[in-house]
């Protein structure tokens, strides 16, 4: 594999693995404000109506910032009933090709994620709940997530084509 090829997989790796890491730990941020909730309102009587948008912007983050993180692992849903028999080049032929799908998938997503934030900060688009704050900032954290799972796709073809040359990465 070229050098550059191979560097492209150890930044990207590196970058998705150390991000996924410290999204890993967001979920105790998702159970503490969860928690408040709950607390505040059975001891105060006052419910916190922040707080559900608060924790479905943090799974929000959580799953498209962890993603490319979980593609790396191999942590993905697949079909497991032929794969685990099947030899390792079967296995990476298998995998680009679906890779390649999955990229144009991420492709037509982020085109419409990116369509979406730019609608977000022309109108300066609000939540309708009571709380109402600014959308742009979880729309642009869902574009970054989806870059990155594209970035890690990407990577994931390179180690197929690399495991289809016989070689090592």
């Not at 939540?127 to 742009?136: C, D, E, K, V």
């Not at 594209?150 to 040359?165: F, G, M, V, Y």
């Amino acid at each position: 594999m070229p050098r550059i090829a191979k560097s492209y997989v150890r930044i990207v790796d590196g970058f998705n693995y150390f991000v996924g890491r410290i999204m890993m730990y967001s979920i105790f941020f998702l159970i503490a404000v969860l928690m408040y909730s709950i607390i505040a309102k059975q001891a105060f009587l006052i419910p916190p109506f922040w707080t559900l948008e608060v924790a479905q912007f943090t799974l929000v983050a959580y799953y498209l910032l962890g993603g490319a993180y979980s593609i790396q692992l191999g942590a993905n849903v697949r079909m497991d009933l032929f794969y685990s028999q099947w030899s390792d080049r079967k296995k990476a032929w298998v995998d680009s090709i679906t890779v390649l799908l999955l990229m144009f998938y991420l492709g037509v997503m982020l085109f419409g994620g990116i369509e979406s934030l730019l609608y977000s900060i022309k109108y300066n688009q609000h939540s309708a709940s009571m709380w109402r704050p600014q959308i742009w900032p979880i729309k642009a954290i869902m574009c970054v997530g989806i870059f990155m799972m594209l970035l890690q796709a990407i990577s994931e073809l390179i180690k197929d084509i690399a495991t289809l040359r016989g070689e090592q990465l």
